[in-house]
């Protein structure tokens, strides 16, 4: 073996006998999902709220629980959480919004309802998909409130201590 040395990639192929031809891999093709009516529709949660979102092309108007979404969403801040998956897209008068959302409080429904608007975004325009998980608005945050445990007074807070 030491007098046949290898020196280029020819010799080696040579040496292996006949490869296999490598296949490139191809990036998944994600295709567009509308229903009968022309719309798109996702869901979306954040710690106990679940968000049903629909999207339809109109004039930019966004119902949540069949209320205007600056009257569900008081706060500024919530509306500007809201408003984040349209406005990285550039989408923000295009899309007419209608989404019911159940459970926890006003700060984890708008994010599931964020979830779940830039879910139905790629489902109406997959080209989108990229722009959207970048901003990581496709991401699910799995993070949830802890329970509480026997013998304390809340998930990890002891009750007070008394030696005698």
């Given amino acids: 073996m030491a007098d046949q040395e290898t020196k280029t990639l020819e010799d080696l192929a040579e040496l292996g006998g006949e490869a296999a031809p490598v ?18 529709y996702a869901t ?7 968000a049903r979102v629909w999207i339809k092309p109109g004039a930019g108007k966004i119902m949540i629980n069949g209320r205007e979404h600056t009257k569900y969403f ?15 897209v550039s989408r923000s008068d295009q899309y007419d919004v209608n989404c019911t959302v159940r459970g926890g409080g006003l700060s984890g429904q708008a994010g599931a309802v964020r979830h779940g608007l830039s879910k139905a975004l790629t489902n109406f325009e997959p080209e989108l998909r990229s722009v959207l998980k970048k901003g990581g608005y496709l991401t699910r945050d799995a993070r949830v409130v802890e329970r509480k445990k026997y013998g304390r007074a809340k998930a990890r807070k002891s ?3 008394s030696k005698r």
């Fill in 23 to 40: 296949a490139p891999v191809e990036a998944p093709v994600y295709e567009q999902k509308i229903d009968a009516q022309g719309r798109a």
């Fill in 74 to 88: 008081a706060r500024p801040v919530l509306q500007m959480i809201l408003m984040q998956p349209l406005v990285a």
């Fill in 44 to 50: 979306g949660k954040r710690k106990d709220a679940v």
């Fill in 159 to 161: 009750f007070q201590f």
